[in-house]
């Protein structure tokens, strides 16, 4: 039997690996581009943004860290494409942010909040740098409104096939979670300590059968996820030809052309014509 190792892009898998507070200091630091040793402490939190009304939105963070700076950080992986996802992030960045206040509470209260999205699909058509990086600035002369919130993109499409001998850290984390075999496990873990222990503890949580059957589980629901997404696709498409060719007979048989030649050339059937 082949030896079994989760894929650290299922969000189970890196809900796990992220309990490794040494892979989550060192991811934490690539991705916001800062010394590993300037974190003294990074903390879970719980997931479950909170609701100030029975009619608000849920939000359930993939996951959710408070940095000894008290900055929250909220980490989301999408395999699936999702053309809204700007606005989804922006969503629960603000959840985040506004239930740091309660009522009574001064504005100052409020820490940075940052989002990291590791995506599956391409979000930004016509870049190509996989790691982007967005704060709220002034149009023409680009200096900040404020830094209380960050939006980190990292686009797992863009990554190059091949790492050169000076790539960043941040390259050598993007290809681990996107990593599949053993042998890219087993040269990125020596190219990085911080993922070394990352490696580490996905290989323990691999063969752990209870977390395995947990894996298995939301990476079926993914896939049938993306099944059912790619038949309805098909679907809307059967059905927008369909209609078109139901439009073109319509204004053949208007113009007089006669019912053999509106069947050869749309492929509709008899009763289609007939049904106009």
Known sequence: MAYFLMKPKIDFAFKEIMEDGKA???FLAAVLMIDPESIMETRILNTNLRREHE??????LDVRLLMDNDSEIDIEIQLSELKVWADRS???LAKMFTEQINPGDSYH???KCVSISILDFILFQGETEFHSCFHIRED???FLYTDKMEFHVIELPKLPEALGEDCTDLELWAKFISAERKEEFDMLAEKNPYIESAYQKLQVISQDSQKRLEYEARE???RDYNEGMYEA???????GERN???????NMKKEGIGREIILKITGLSPADIDSL
């Open 24 to 26: 989550r200091t060192g």
């Open 55 to 60: 009619d608000d939105k849920q939000g359930i």
């Open 90 to 92: 922006l969503f629960y």
């Open 109 to 111: 209260v409020f820490k």
């Open 140 to 142: 023409k002369r680009h």
């Open 220 to 222: 079926k629901a993914i």
């Open 233 to 239: 696709e098909q679907r809307g498409i059967q059905i």
């Open 244 to 250: 078109k060719s139901l439009e073109y007979a319509r």
